[in-house]
């Protein structure tokens, strides 16, 4: 059913009128034409299409957009940019933290959930944070290397 949608994609009032079956995923890519979000398994078990919904992430391939109206929705588009990027997108490539680049997006996504739930995370916190988050890559431990120099330089610029 075709249904007028509110919602606020990273920090932009959106009004849609979709079929309120459509997946966000479907919406994020396809209507707004933000790309970062992935499809990978279509099932919500590998984290490629993280997003933020009301400060929780979520795997946007399974989350009904006509459930989603009013929310505040966070892609990896609305956390940083090229002239100022976010501290987790400087580690992550500082580090070289990813290869193929394929799942880094709800990677980075995931870890800025965590980072704003809890600031100064430990290794294993970031590790199980980012548990459902497939990566074939074998780049765990830059990735959570990445995260836990983002956490060490955003407390340093909060206390500074």
Known sequence: MLRDIQLAVNGQPRSLRLDDTATLLDVLRNQLDLKAARFGCGAGQCGTCA?????????ACQLEIGNLEGQQITTLEGIGT?????PLQTAFIELQAGQ????????????????????????AEIAVALAWHLC???????????VALAA????DKVSA
């Open 152 to 155: 060490e330089r955003m407390a």
């Open 51 to 59: 997003v933020i919904v009301g400060g929780e992430e979520h795997p």
């Open 136 to 146: 074939r890559c074998g780049a765990h431990n830059r990735i959570l290397a990445a």
């Open 82 to 86: 090229a002239d100022e990027p976010h």
């Open 100 to 123: 193929c680049g394929y799942c880094l997006a709800g990677i980075i996504v995931g870890a800025k959930a965590l980072l704003d739930r809890n600031p100064s995370p430990t290794r």
